[in-house]
């Protein structure tokens, strides 16, 4: 069973939906999680990071962790075009980081 | 947001030869930075841990006489595949931290093709 585990999708939604991205993993000892956004040909580029279970919210995009549950996930509310990419969740403990697989994500106008 | 810069952004090399990456961090010193490889569709992977200053952590599997990482200063780290063959292409990707790990900023990647 790998660390974490990432639906690679794709998945494909209309413009204005809300896109659920998920998580979960196995080792309990992390304890901060974050996602990353990866257009093609590029490096990931840091959305957001949260410290331990609850939810945390920057404009269109929500992350929250269950800890109880190692589930992570990513919301995006109306989403747009420019949206479509691969979404990479990440965790991170004792300065070890893994990584999820990566969702490829596209939005139609 | 910190930038982290990559050179070259894609390289075409021969078989057997070298070819080095510099990974820099523009706007801020980074004491740590990572180097990663990725595959078409697959997540990254960590190959070394890079610290300025001292010798690199590698990851296990990857060949540490293969892919040499220096560390020169708080800003550069270079990765170079030494007698590079095809199954060496790859998209490789470094980061650096500010501060702390979960805090990763990453480069735009590096296109390696060896022919």
């Known amino acids: 069973q790998k660390e974490v585990e990432q639906d690679p999708g794709p998945l494909s939604v209309p413009e204005g939906a809300i896109v659920s991205l998920n998580c979960t993993y196995s080792n309990s000892a992390f304890q901060y999680f974050m996602w990353y956004r990866q257009y093609s040909r590029k490096g990931p580029e840091l959305l957001m990071y949260t410290y331990s279970s609850g939810n945390k919210e920057d404009g269109r995009f929500t992350a929250q962790v269950d800890k109880s549950s190692k589930y992570i996930s990513l919301f995006i509310r109306d989403s747009q075009p420019s949206d479509s990419a691969t979404y990479l969740c990440?965790?991170?403990?004792?300065?070890?980081?893994?990584f999820g697989a990566g969702t490829r994500l596209t939005v139609k106008p | 947001g910190a930038v982290v810069s990559q050179h070259p952004s894609r390289v075409i090399c021969k078989s057997g030869t070298s070819v080095k990456i510099e990974c820099r961090s523009l706007?801020?010193?980074?004491?740590?930075m990572f180097w990663y490889r990725q595959f078409p569709k697959q997540s990254l992977m960590l190959m070394a841990t890079?610290?300025?200053?001292?010798?690199?952590?590698?990851e296990q599997g990857v060949e540490k006489d293969k892919f040499l990482i220096n560390h020169a200063s708080l800003t550069l780290s270079t990765l170079t595949v030494t007698s590079a063959h095809p199954e060496d292409s790859s998209f490789y990707i470094c980061?650096?931290?500010?501060?702390?790990?979960?805090?990763?900023?990453f480069g735009p990647g590096t296109r390696l093709t060896v022919t």
């Open positions: 706007d801020f010193q980074a004491t740590t």
């Open positions: 980061s650096a931290i500010v501060q702390d790990i979960y805090e990763q900023y």
């Open positions: 990440a965790m991170s403990a004792n300065n070890d980081m893994r």
């Open positions: 890079s610290n300025e200053g001292s010798k690199a952590t590698y």
